[in-house]
Nanobody
Framework: QVQLVDSGGGLVQAGGSLRLSCTAS????????MGWFRQAPGKEREFVAA????????SYSDSVKGRFTISRDNAKHTVYLQMTRLTSEDTAVYYC?????????????????WGQGTQVTVSS
């Protein structure tokens, strides 16, 4: 079994930055693709970013491309989401997830394990 713990959320002004972390424990996720998703109030959960098992391949939603960067440190069993130039549209609960597809995936249903979520609030 895998446990994922999301952290790093908070309140930030528009234009600011935050770095989210997702640390895995239990069974290793070093061979898993990892993803970040978010869910705003009244909206469905949406894909944000994904990274393959080695960190050599990443993908982003159009809404965050060029502003967010996903990375991973397998030695620390941790995945990061560096967020810059934040806007009020980025306000949401952010979740990390692990997919048995080592290539990474933008499809929530292809993820086996989920973190508890961390709240990001951007004030304008």
């Amino acid at each position: 079994q895998v446990q994922l713990v999301d952290s790093g959320g908070g309140l930030v002004q528009a234009g600011g930055s935050l770095r989210l972390s997702c640390t895995a424990s239990g069974r290793t996720v070093d061979s898993y693709g990892m993803g970040w998703f978010r869910q705003a109030p009244g909206k469905e959960r949406e894909f944000v970013a994904a990274i393959n098992w080695s960190g050599g391949s990443t993908s982003y939603s159009d809404s965050v491309k060029g502003r967010f960067t996903i990375s991973r440190d397998n030695a620390k069993h941790t995945v990061y989401l560096q967020m810059t130039r934040l806007t009020s549209e980025d306000t949401a609960v952010y979740y990390c997830a692990a997919s048995g597809l080592g290539t990474g995936s933008s499809n929530p249903s292809e993820h086996d394990y989920w973190g508890q979520g961390t709240q990001v609030t951007v004030s304008s």
